[in-house]
């Protein structure tokens, strides 16, 4: 376990099922949580997840590139590292550090732990009072 990684929620967006079975397991014997996703549609919806700490992107994922994933992670200010084959990746993704595949578990350790930030634990959800409640 690395104490860097405690309390990290790390997503992995891995159309290649042993590859992101690698990588999740790396994540997670070094002691985060980790989200995975094999399509861009699932991706997108973990993006939101409220104590995201980074992400490692599979470039291409089947029909699509990862560019919304790219933009919204960007949006949200949170780090990403993007795991890939192609020499070049597209603007939109252009704030994520480029890996090429492949690379060892150890490296992509090492960048998460450069680039993820300690994420504060949100808040906890309360519901607005009712009209009843306020007139009271």
Do not use: N
Not at 18 to 44: E, F, N, P, R, Y
Not at 91 to 106: E, T
Request: charged share 20%; proline share 9%.
């Amino acid at each position: 376990m690395d104490a860097r990684f405690a309390g990290r929620w790390i997503l992995v967006v891995e159309d290649q099922p042993l590859v992101a079975l690698d990588i999740a397991q790396s994540l997670t014997k070094a002691g985060a949580s980790v989200l995975t996703a094999a399509t861009l549609a699932d991706g997108l919806r973990l993006t939101e997840h409220p104590q995201l700490s980074a992400a490692v992107l599979d470039f291409a994922l089947g029909q699509h590139d990862c560019d919304p994933l790219c933009v919204r992670l960007s949006e949200r200010q949170i780090p990403f590292v993007i795991y890939t084959g192609y020499a070049d990746v597209s603007v939109a993704c252009s704030l994520g550090i480029v890996v090429q595949k492949p690379a060892a578990p150890q490296t992509l350790l090492a960048l998460l732990a450069q680039i993820s930030p300690d994420r504060p634990a949100p808040l906890p959800w309360l519901p607005k009072p009712s009209c009843d409640e306020t007139q009271r």
